[in-house]
T-cell receptor, first 115, second 115 residues
């Protein structure tokens, strides 16, 4: 069964720092990996999608990497801002026939960026 | 381009009642998935529909059911509500190429409170 783990569970940093959020998964049979952002009481906002054949994706100050063979992904946030404060979730899309189309989520990293 | 729309945003129900939640996917997206989010369990997969067919179901009791209409809109129903069903219910829509799902986009969710 796919298990997704995110480290750290919480992070509190001053504005301007460069951050690294980690995600690991146990089953390498994935179609893709997505990073989401969730603000309190809200839905999920997609940040980056990495296909299983890709190694990296970038969007503005965000960069995500994927090492499928080792079951790891990293989300790098450059020059953090208070507006980045949110919970960041990692999810993998299963490639297994019995669970095709199912997203498996980590528990998230709760990020606080203070001015 | 309109995003994923979930209605209603908030619901309060009493134990034993039933409830129906609605999800309208992004135009052109034919895959709709449902997830339950609670503080204790995180995000858990309920089911996924494609072309009016349930392709996958998570580990939830039969009280949880869903359906998809020909216009791809989806509904989920929970019967005989229990206190533990209180949660944020999230719907996601995706494009489908062959058997491959692409990026998942989520709605704002329906907050269900069972009293």
């Amino acid at each position: 069964k796919q298990e997704v783990t995110q480290i750290p569970a919480a992070l509190s940093v001053p504005e301007g720092e460069n951050l690294v959020l980690n995600c690991s998964f146990t089953d390498s049979a994935i179609y893709n990996l997505q990073w989401f952002r969730q603000d309190p009481g809200k839905g999920l906002t997609s940040l980056l999608l990495i296909q299983s054949s890709q190694r990296e994706q970038t969007s503005g100050r965000l960069n995500a990497s994927l090492d499928k063979s080792s079951g790891r992904s990293t989300l790098y946030i450059a020059a953090s801002q208070p507006g980045d404060s949110a919970t960041y979730l990692c999810a993998v899309l299963s490639d297994r026939g019995s669970t095709l189309g199912r997203l498996y989520f980590g528990r998230g990293t709760q990020l606080t960026v203070w001015p | 381009k309109a995003g994923v729309t979930q209605t209603p945003r908030y619901l309060i129900k009493t134990r034993g009642q039933q409830v129906t939640l609605s999800c309208s996917p992004i135009s052109g997206h034919r895959s709709v998935s449902w997830y339950q989010q609670t503080p204790g369990q995180g995000l858990q997969f309920l089911f996924e529909y494609f072309s009016e067919t349930q392709r996958n179901k998570g580990n939830f009791p039969g009280r949880f059911s869903g359906r998809q209409f020909s216009n791809s809109r989806s509904e989920m129903n929970v019967s005989t509500l229990e206190l533990g069903d209180s949660a944020l219910y999230l719907c996601a829509s995706s494009l489908v190429y062959g058997t491959t799902l692409t990026e998942a986009f989520f709605g704002q969710g329906t907050r269900l409170t069972v009293v």
